[in-house]
């Protein structure tokens, strides 16, 4: 990125099912980050923090007083 890090997705399998980045976002325990050049899965991940938003999941529940 610009600021000259590495970046990645840590995957935990094979496609886009197995990512460590949407077990926590399903979960409820991530907010989505965009960095350019990394984001391929953008509107993946967006749509997993959405449904665990609306769902109440995780720290969503202690956000919802």
Request: glycine share 12%; proline share 2%; net charge negative.
């Amino acid at each position: 990125d610009h600021y000259d890090r590495t970046l990645g997705y840590v995957h935990i399998g094979l496609g886009e099912q197995k990512f460590v980045q949407r077990d926590l976002l399903r979960g409820g325990f991530a907010t989505t980050f965009e960095v350019s050049p990394n984001t391929g899965f953008s509107s993946t991940f967006s749509m997993d923090e959405d449904q665990a938003s609306s769902a109440g999941m995780g720290l969503w529940t202690a956000c919802s007083d």
